[in-house]
């Protein structure tokens, strides 16, 4: 069974510019979160999608980040304009459905350094 | 957002030695997860832990649920080179759907030979 995909695995921008980030979570798991871990520290969610509805963006800095999972499969993360706090290292998650005993498998992560 | 008190930060111990670490929180969960990160990799779930008092094994490892649902352990008996790597506690609180984890900020194990 493939696993989670994220792209790209690297990016470096400048502040002020926009980045994107785009996550396949493993296929027919219907619930799609987005971490963000800053070196040093464990991640933090910033958005949690049922299908292609929002379930919690509690965390999520709305006056610079959105993110969409249009057909309740793929979804993308994009950062604009970046702050260069926003460097740190985006992980996606899926999970069959969401529930206290449905395991979360994460992707590799897209590592993003802004200048 | 709450981040959870994992200690310690770092380990550093013999091949064969026993590694114990532990995570904390002001509030409860019905969820706890320890997870292990490889560098340039997403973490990977090592145990899950759904009741109060449960003690769980994996192997090497065995990590409790806490009676007040505020605490967890892991233990890795007997560690090996490829146990290197952070450690991550999580925690998590069903409602309404949302389900994300709140994470600590993980234990560095390093295995000398």
């Known amino acids: 069974e493939a696993g989670v995909a994220q792209s790209p695995r690297y990016k470096i921008i400048e502040k002020r510019q926009s980045v994107a980030f785009w996550c396949n979570p493993i296929s027919g798991h219907a619930t799609l979160y987005w971490y963000q871990q800053i070196l040093g520290q464990g991640p933090k969610l910033l958005i949690q999608?049922?299908?292609?509805?929002?379930?919690?963006d509690s965390q999520l800095p709305k006056d610079r980040f959105s993110a969409e999972r249009l057909k309740g499969v793929d979804s993308t993360l994009k950062i604009q304009p970046a702050k260069l706090e926003d460097s740190a290292v985006y992980l996606c998650?899926?999970?069959?459905?969401?529930?206290?005993?449905?395991?979360?498998?994460f992707g590799p992560g897209t590592r993003l350094l802004v200048l | 957002g709450q981040q959870l008190n994992q200690s310690p930060q770092s380990m550093f111990i013999q091949e064969g030695e026993d590694v114990s670490m532990n995570c904390t929180s002001s509030s409860i969960f019905n969820t706890w997860l320890w997870y292990k990160q490889d560098p340039g990799e997403g973490p990977v779930l090592l145990i899950a832990?759904?009741?109060?008092?449960e003690l769980t094994s994996n192997g090497r490892l065995t990590a409790q649920f806490g009676i007040t649902r505020k605490d967890s352990f892991l233990n890795i008996s007997a560690s090996i080179p490829s146990d290197v790597g952070i450690y991550f506690c999580?925690?998590?609180?069903?409602?309404?759907?949302?389900?994300?984890?709140?994470f600590g900020k993980g234990t560095h194990l390093i295995i000398q030979p």
């Open positions: 832990l759904y009741k109060a008092g």
């Open positions: 999608f049922q299908n292609n509805g929002v379930v919690d």
């Open positions: 999580a925690g998590r609180f069903s409602g309404g759907g949302a389900d994300g984890l709140t």
């Open positions: 998650a899926s999970s069959s459905q969401s529930g206290f005993q449905e395991t979360q498998y």
